[in-house]
């Protein structure tokens, strides 16, 4: 380690990747950053991906290979990379994203830089992606935190908790694990992810570390490429119940605000919708309307248009709905 370039950890996450895992090393191998390390946790795959990942291994002395013997899940794997990381800072890479060569120098250039600005160093840095999906549509998500009035503390609480925002905070698009990196101290501060949350661990590990009061920016340049996939762990059902896990974590928040039922209201909406339950999801939108009609017509009036628009492109020529 130098002082200049210190060590980063990127940690990949695979399960039954075998056709994407070997690019997503690749990308982790091609960073222009001298001084990385590159962990990878197989999460129990039944495919090819630890053959694959051998393969990649014997290029490059980089590669390190942690093997869970069964699945345990996307937030166990995260923990399993922070429990065998190195380095001072760990970049979270997905088994089938692309990460482009200047990545994690850009993403440890925007926390070195606004560290020096503020004296905070409880920061989390997400990546700007461009995201394809399976009908070549493509959409460029602009990382949270991008731009000026970065979120702090309650703002991102506040933010995934079905609360009241701040109409100048930039939350662009949102805190997904996959473009996460963070030195390893604010890891370790944040806490363990949690196991029980199949889909909702990124949210969760955002809400706790705003309660800790961290901050969140991002990079201004897009720095991967994110390719929109269909896996088990994406159904809607699952999504739904570790949804409603989640809010059910933060009740004793959602309390405060009389938010609890109006969040678990919002999480069927979009069981519904995603499901192709679409009378279901129309309904519930009218008891919301009945119940809560101000919170509801500003929610719905914000991302309904832009939402079903998304989805449209999604869906053109044969496109599948992610």
Known sequence: MTASHP?????????????TIGRAIDGALAQDYPNFEIVVVDDGSQDRSIDVIKEKKMMSDRVRLVLHEQNKGFPSALNSIIENSSGEFIAIFDDDDESHPDRIKTQYQTISDYEAKTGIVLVACYASLIK???NNYVVDFQAIGSRPHQPVGE??????????????VFYGGGTPSCSLMARKSTFEKVGSYDVSLKRSEDCDFAVRLGLAGGHVIGTKEYVMTQHASAGIDKKPHIARDSELAFVKKYKYILDRYERYEYAQAWIYVRYYHFSGQ???????????VWKYPV??????LKAAPRRLLHEWKMKRNGGQKI
């Open 7 to 19: 060590l980063i950890t990127i940690g990949l996450t695979c399960y039954n990747a075998e056709d």
């Open 132 to 134: 394809k999906y399976p």
């Open 155 to 168: 703002d991102i609480v506040k933010y995934h908790l079905y609360l009241d925002r701040d109409p100048d």
């Open 278 to 288: 679409k009378f279901k999801a129309a309904f519930q939108v009218f008891k919301m």
């Open 295 to 300: 919170l509801t017509a500003k929610r719905f």
